[in-house]
Structures are given as structure tokens and as C-alpha cells.
């Protein structure tokens, strides 16, 4: 066999593979192990029958635009139905203004194309979305982390640092936020907050990458609806890249995703998208088209709600049960994560092995800080598993937990 090191680009010597991904295939392996790992929607929750007449229907009315070639930006049809699901979350814009993506990680991916040289500053939170960083870390960003507190992204640690990088000689080109319930750690970034961020990104000139992926799926009553208002809602000047996606509503099997954006970032946005995949897959449009225009995503979310709210409740309640005394985590109030944090002494990383072996997975913390820390914390996500699973994936946490601590007994209450 050949050797293949010399051939390999810098990119691809430098790529990190998603930890979270290997342990996808790994649950998939292994029936008996319980995954709280992947942030995947429960495929009981998919609109099957619904999926199966649209899908009768499209390929039966011989429509070439289901199955020819397609426009780079996506069929126009869907376009129009973003522009209106965009006005329901409060965000006026037209179709100019909207690219549909494979996924929102490819919106991510083109995002780092188009607007990071090697060596440019991308800031995100401490933590952050793990498939986000990796994009950016692919287009040469050098990332830089800020401070988080409970209602968001602290703004004096974010002022601080584009100075300090500033004052180094480096280019600061854009913040990347998850403003609801974010992956991973489920929390909302006020309101308040949220205007201050649009404030400050016009007076020290950064854009805002706004990735809304969870929006939709809020647990509690319609006063939630006004907390989850994107940033893109109050942006007069074009500054915020907004992206959603319907992977967490609908299916993530159907790679649909959406950006909008000023339309000069539209426009290489357009570009860099006919070199990867010249457009997203028209079938898996026009599906997702004909279950917005049915009312199919409509009611989808209203089900979704109840859905996972119900299982973050039975999550929350054997955590409290079992490790109540020994672990925190801020109640999510939307998306599809827990995010525990373990005693301090006791690491999530170190513990990985030894949940595998008691037939359990998650993500250990530390895969979504840029700055090296986050070792006792852990993200679980309720979203996959059964009911049951959950509590007996909870209860093996429980023991794998108690007995590390009980190796480590200084650990409690620090
Ligand atoms: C914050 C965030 N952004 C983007 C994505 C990617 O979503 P998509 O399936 O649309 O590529 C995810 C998926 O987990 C996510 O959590």
C-alpha cells in the first residue's frame, strides 16, 4: 500500500474528525448501549405518513424540477416559504436575501470560506457548537473564546478580547452566537442582551453569525415566543448572517437548511455553494416545500414541544433523583440538552471510557471549549432516546458517577 501523508493537503493533515459523530456510529453498533451523545431528533416524532403522500405525490406528478438539475440558491417556491417562516420569528427580509443550504453546517462551511483569511479572529462562546468550530477552524480562523454567563455571552469579556486581539494586529471578522437554547449548554441569551450584542457589533464593526437550529422548539407557554426573537429581528443594517434549519423540525435526513444574509454575502455565498454541491437536493426541497404548504411543519413543532419537554422532564427528574447532591445544570427551556456540570474534581473525559464499559455515552464538555477548559462538564442529550432508555441510561450515569466520586471523595461539594 501507498503512503499517503505526502499527497495530503495542509487542510486535510490539520482536520479533527467530530468526536460527537464517532460516538453516533458507535451507538449505532451497539443496540444495548444508550446514547445521550448525538443531538438527533427522536424519529418517532417524524411526520412518516405525511412524508410518504408528499412524497407519492411529487415523484407522481412528473414535475422535472423534482428531479433535474436546480437553482444554486434553492428551488424559489421554498425560498418564498423561508421569507414567511422568517416573518413568524420576526424577521422581515425577501427572497434576495435567502440561500437554502445542505444543512446548516454547510451554511456554516461556506460561511468560513467567504469571510476568514488564515489567521483572522472568529469569536465564540465558551462553550460552542462543536460542528461550527470546526468549520471556521477548516477556513484558518483562529477562535477565540468568550466568557459565557447564564443569560448569554459575557458582553465586558467580549469587548475585552476584540481589543486585546485588536491590539495584537489581528482582524476580528464575526461573533458566532446560538442565542436559543444552545448547543450545548440549552441556554437563552436575553433579550437585553441581545440588543446590547447588535449594539456593540455595530460600534466595534464585527458581524454577527446567528445559528437558530432549536428556536422553534420551546418547552414552556407563548411567553417564551417573545425570549426567542433572533438577533436578526432588530438588524437594520444587514450586520447579522442569520441560519436555521428544518433538520430538527422535520428531518435531518433531508439536508435542508437556510441563510439569511445582506445579499453582496448572498451573492459568494451563491458561488462557493456551486463548487460543493452546485445545489441542495431537489426532492428534499420540494418535500419539505409541499410540508410547510400543508401545514405539516405547523403542527410538527406544536407535537415537538410537548414531546421533548416530556422527555428533558424525565431526564431532570432522574438526574435529581440519582446524582441531585452532586451535579447542577441549568434547566433548559427549549432545544435538546442538559448540560451537567459533574464535582470539580471529576472529569468527563477521564470518565468516557469506564460509561462506555457501563454501556452509556455522552459528550464529554471539554470537545466545545476553544481555551482548553470544560474537563466537568458534560453534555446529555434527551432528544434520541425512548423514555425508559433515558431512565436506565441515567441510572448507569448514576453509578458510574457515585463511584468515581467515591475515589475521589475531596471532590464533593467543591
Ligand atoms: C447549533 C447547531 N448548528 C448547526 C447544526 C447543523 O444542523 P444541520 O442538520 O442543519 O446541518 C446543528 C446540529 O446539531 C446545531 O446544533
Known amino acids: 500500500m501507498i503512503t499517503y501523508s505526502s499527497f495530503f493537503s495542509r487542510v486535510a493533515e490539520n482536520q479533527q474528525g467530530s468526536a460527537i459523530r464517532k460516538?453516533?456510529?458507535?451507538?449505532?453498533?451497539?443496540?444495548?448501549?444508550?446514547?445521550?451523545?448525538?443531538?438527533?431528533?427522536?424519529?418517532?416524532?417524524?411526520?412518516?405518513?405525511?412524508f410518504r403522500e408528499i412524497s407519492a405525490d411529487v415523484l407522481g406528478s412528473r414535475d422535472s424540477t423534482t428531479l433535474q438539475y436546480g437553482p444554486t440558491r434553492g428551488l424559489p417556491n421554498l425560498i418564498d416559504a423561508i421569507v414567511h417562516i422568517a416573518a413568524d420569528r420576526g424577521i422581515k427580509t425577501t427572497s434576495e436575501?435567502?440561500?437554502?443550504?445542505?444543512?446548516?453546517?454547510?451554511?456554516?462551511?461556506?460561511?468560513?470560506?467567504?469571510?476568514?483569511?488564515?489567521?483572522?479572529?472568529?469569536?465564540?462562546?465558551?462553550?460552542?457548537?462543536?460542528?461550527?468550530?470546526?468549520?471556521?477552524?477548516?477556513?484558518?480562523?483562529?477562535l477565540v473564546g468568550v466568557r459565557q454567563e447564564e443569560d448569554g455571552i459575557d458582553m465586558d469579556d467580549l469587548d475585552a478580547v476584540v481589543e486585546r486581539e485588536r491590539l495584537a494586529g489581528r482582524r476580528v471578522k464575526f461573533l458566532y452566537v446560538?442565542?436559543?437554547?444552545?448547543?450545548?449548554?440549552?441556554?437563552?441569551?436575553?433579550?437585553?442582551?441581545r440588543r446590547r450584542l447588535l449594539e456593540w457589533a455595530g460600534q466595534r464593526n464585527v458581524l454577527i453569525?446567528?445559528?437558530?437550529?432549536?428556536?422553534?422548539?420551546?418547552?414552556?407557554?407563548?411567553?417564551?415566543?417573545?425570549e426567542t426573537r433572533p438577533i436578526k429581528a432588530d438588524d437594520t443594517e444587514g450586520r447579522v448572517v442569520y441560519l436555521s434549519s428544518f433538520s430538527k423540525t422535520l428531518a435531518p435526513g433531508f439536508r435542508v437548511a437556510w441563510v439569511i444574509a445582506g445579499e453582496p454575502l448572498i451573492a459568494k455565498l451563491d458561488v462557493t455553494k456551486q463548487t460543493q454541491d452546485l445545489f441542495t437536493g431537489a426532492l428534499?426541497?420540494?418535500?419539505?416545500?409541499?410540508?410547510?404548504?400543508?401545514?405539516?411543519?405547523?403542527?410538527?413543532?406544536?407535537?415537538?414541544?410537548?414531546?421533548?419537554?416530556q422527555k428533558r422532564d424525565v431526564m431532570e427528574r432522574s438526574l435529581a433523583a440519582g446524582l441531585g447532591d452532586l451535579v447542577t445544570w441549568?434547566?433548559?427551556?427549549?432545544?435538546?440538552?442538559?448540560?451537567?456540570?459533574?464535582?470539580?474534581?471529576v472529569s468527563a473525559d477521564d470518565l468516557l471510557p469506564r460509561a462506555i464499559e457501563h454501556k452509556v455515552i455522552y459528550v464529554a464538555g471539554s470537545a466545545f471549549f476553544v481555551d482548553g477548559s470544560g474537563r466537568s462538564l458534560m453534555r446529555l442529550s434527551f432528544s434520541l432516546p425512548p423514555i425508559p432508555r433515558i431512565e436506565e441510561g441515567i441510572r448507569r450515569l448514576t453509578e458510574l458517577v457515585k463511584e468515581e466520586v467515591s475515589r475521589h471523595p475531596e471532590s464533593v461539594g467543591t
Open 178 to 193: 446560538v442565542p436559543n437554547f444552545q448547543n450545548p449548554t440549552g441556554l437563552l441569551i436575553s433579550q437585553a442582551k
Open 284 to 309: 428534499d426541497q420540494r418535500i419539505v416545500f409541499e410540508a410547510w404548504k400543508r401545514g405539516v411543519l405547523e403542527r410538527q413543532v406544536v407535537k415537538l414541544r410537548g414531546h421533548y419537554q
Open 23 to 50: 460516538m453516533g456510529v458507535m451507538a449505532l453498533r451497539d443496540p444495548d448501549l444508550i446514547s445521550f451523545a448525538p443531538g438527533y431528533p427522536d424519529p418517532a416524532t417524524f411526520a412518516w405518513e405525511a
Open 97 to 142: 436575501n435567502v440561500m437554502v443550504t445542505t444543512g446548516s453546517q454547510q451554511g456554516l462551511d461556506l460561511l468560513g470560506r467567504i469571510l476568514v483569511d488564515p489567521g483572522d479572529v472568529v469569536l465564540v462562546e465558551l462553550p460552542a457548537y462543536t460542528g461550527a468550530l470546526a468549520a471556521f477552524r477548516n477556513a484558518g480562523a483562529a
Open 330 to 345: 441549568p434547566e433548559p427551556r427549549g432545544g435538546f440538552f442538559l448540560w451537567v456540570a459533574l464535582p470539580r474534581h
Open 209 to 226: 453569525v446567528e445559528d437558530d437550529p432549536y428556536g422553534s422548539l420551546y418547552f414552556e407557554d407563548s411567553a417564551t415566543v417573545a
